[in-house]
């Protein structure tokens, strides 16, 4: 699986930004983030059919994990940005059950400034 996480950008808090990655097929998606220092966090994730959504503590309810799977698009609406929201946003694919991924892509920068 190919994946292109996009959207990134400089946000002020409480703006919204829209991320979307990109997949060579359908597939069970999460999204994880990198702060400066920091280990990297799950924030998101969708089942394959979108039937199933799982997030963050941090991400519930700012947060929103969607899918067109006409395009084998997943996409990360995030409202209500703060500044601790700054982060590398990644995607992957290919979950192991045991916690880890097969598959990433690049990875985005989300930049919010207070």
């Known amino acids: 699986v190919q994946l292109q996480a996009y959207g990134g950008g400089l946000v002020q808090a409480g703006g919204s930004l829209r991320l979307s990655c990109a997949a060579s097929s359908s597939s069970f998606i999460a999204w994880f983030r990198q702060a400066p220092g920091k280990e990297r966090e799950f924030v998101a994730a969708?089942?394959?059919?979108?039937?199933?959504?799982y997030y963050a503590n941090s991400a519930r309810g700012r947060f929103t994990v969607s899918r067109d799977n006409a395009k084998t698009t997943v996409y990360l609406q995030m409202n209500s940005l703060k500044p601790e929201d700054t982060a590398v946003y990644y995607c992957a694919a290919g979950y192991s059950g045991d916690g880890s991924y097969e598959y990433w892509g690049q990875g985005t920068l989300v930049t919010v400034s207070s």
């Open positions: 969708i089942t394959r059919n979108g039937g199933s959504t």
